[in-house]
Nanobody
Framework: QVQLVESGGGLVQPGGSLRLSCAAS????????MGWYRQAPGKQRESVAT???????NYADSVKGRFTISRDNAKNTVYLQMTSLEPEDTAVYYC?????????WGQGTQVTVAS
């Protein structure tokens, strides 16, 4: 069983920054992929960024150059540094972990970008 707990969401003004964290616990071993997704009201959940165990990253076009995903394997934690935030980034952000062919999700953290 794997548990994911996100933190770091909140209200920020346009142009501001936030750092999200997602700590994984449970039966974790070997290589696994972690990622961040988001879901805005009335929209489908979309991928924001992913990172492999070796550190290979992938980003959605809408966040390239503004968001940075990183991970600390010793802590089983993935981070999402978000800068130059825009109102369009407002959403519930979820982290996930792909391990052994199974996908695990966190409970989500709200990010609101508004003045």
């Amino acid at each position: 069983q794997v548990q994911l707990v996100e933190s770091g969401g909140g209200l920020v003004q346009p142009g501001g920054s936030l750092r999200l964290s997602c700590a994984a616990s449970g039966s974790i071993s070997g290589a696994y992929v972690m990622g961040w997704y988001r879901q805005a009201p009335g929209k489908q959940r979309e991928s924001v960024a992913t990172i492999t165990g070796r550190g290979t990253t992938n980003y959605a076009d809408s966040v390239k150059g503004r968001f940075t995903i990183s991970r600390d394997n010793a802590k089983n934690t993935v981070y999402l540094q978000m800068t130059s935030l825009e109102p369009e980034d407002t959403a519930v952000y979820y982290c996930n972990l792909l391990l052994g062919g199974r996908l695990y999700w966190g409970q989500g953290t709200q990010v609101t970008v508004a003045s």
